[in-house]
């Protein structure tokens, strides 16, 4: 599975916003541009699209086709299933990444808090 470690170091030799168009996202993961228009079809991946309406894959999409790949290939897991998991998966980063704002959220009231607290202390 060289390509693998070659698309890894690919993706971190490139800017964060890089966009490929399909032939070149089909062969970076492996797959028919037939394949990447049928999972957007599916709904499995939302390429963004050009004023022209040119399919644009992001490394975000590059890395979601391979997980794709890695559940129907490794795991033998149908497309339905593919669909279930990878809604559930964004659904826990989304709830992750609303955890660590609330968690930041609260060390911040309590630092404004312990700040107040000492500014007010009672002598007895």
């Known amino acids: ?3 693998e470690h070659d698309d890894s170091a690919l993706g971190a030799e490139l800017p964060p916003n890089a966009a490929f168009v399909i032939s ?9 541009e037939q394949t990447l228009r049928y999972y957007e079809r599916a709904g499995l991946v ?8 040119i399919r644009l894959y992001s490394l975000h999409d590059l890395e979601r ?9 490794e795991m ?3 497309l339905a299933g593919v669909e279930v998991i990878m809604r559930l ?4 980063r989304a709830l992750e990444e609303h955890i660590n704002e609330l968690e930041a959220e609260v060390r ?8 107040a607290n000492r500014g007010t202390e009672t002598w007895t």
Do not use: C, F, W, Y
């Open 46 to 53: 939302e390429p963004a699209r050009s004023k022209g309406r």
């Open 24 to 32: 070149v996202a089909a062969r970076l993961v492996g797959l028919h």
């Open 76 to 78: 033998g897991v149908n």
């Open 65 to 73: 086709v391979r997980q794709i790949r890695r559940l129907t290939d």
């Open 1 to 3: 599975m060289a390509s």
């Open 108 to 115: 911040r009231v309590r630092a404004t808090s312990a700040r």
């Open 89 to 92: 998966t964004d659904r826990i």
